[in-house]
């Protein structure tokens, strides 16, 4: 490289750094402008910034917001009220046991032909319970069972009867009663037909 060369590459060089400051003042006087602002390369290449780029979030301000919503749920979390919750439970519980008693009775009609004991659902445990199951009375075979979760309150009969009529045995019960948190949802059965009432108190 000739020293005419080096001399003209030392004034490009020149030029583009008093562009740069140039435009860094422009950008602080001017904020209100409506055009792309433009960045300014070596030897005069005007590029201009494509404005979705300075739409985008920076990797430390994104980071800023998942902290931010961490505090803020570790801060909200406690307030959570858990009492609507096992209300929430109670009547999921009453629902699903209200369903499983109407499986029975349905097990007990469509087997009729072959199964004249009908099928049963026993509560498991002490009451409160804990458990329930269905069995086919004729086989003692377990058709289904449901864990009650710790948080809800089954009481009432613990054995439920029906026959291949779709009625309850003599000597079944006929009640049960699911609690939480002051929610209270009573199941009841119609001895005669074997129709499931649920009804909340």
């Not at 058709?143 to 309850?168: C, Q, R, Y």
């Not at 609690?179 to 108190?201: D, H, L, M, P």
Request: aromatic fraction near 6%; glycine fraction near 6%; charge should be negative.
């Amino acid at each position: 490289m000739t020293v005419t060369e080096r001399m003209q590459r030392i004034i490009d060089e020149v030029d583009w750094l008093k562009g740069v400051c140039a435009l860094s003042e422009a950008e602080d006087t001017d904020r209100d402008s409506t055009g792309p602002p433009i960045v300014l390369f070596p030897f005069g290449r005007l590029v201009p910034i494509r404005e979705q780029n300075r739409r985008a979030f920076s990797f430390v301000e994104a980071m800023l917001v998942v902290v931010f919503l961490g505090v803020f749920v570790l801060i909200a979390l406690p307030r959570l009220d858990y009492a609507l919750l096992k209300r929430y439970k109670a009547e999921a519980e009453a629902q699903k046991l209200a369903t499983d008693l109407r499986l029975t009775r349905r097990l007990a009609i469509s087997d009729a032909a072959t199964n004249t004991e009908g099928y049963d659902l026993n509560m498991l445990g002490a009451s409160p319970y804990t458990a329930y199951e269905i069995k086919n009375a004729d086989t003692n075979e377990t058709v289904a069972s449901h864990a009650i979760d710790s948080d809800v309150v089954v009481t009432g009969g613990s054995m439920f009867k029906f026959e291949p009529t779709g009625n309850l045995q003599t000597g079944s019960d006929v009640q049960l009663t699911v609690s939480a948190e002051g929610k209270v949802i009573t199941i009841t059965i119609t001895r005669a037909t074997g129709g499931v009432k649920c009804a909340e108190n």
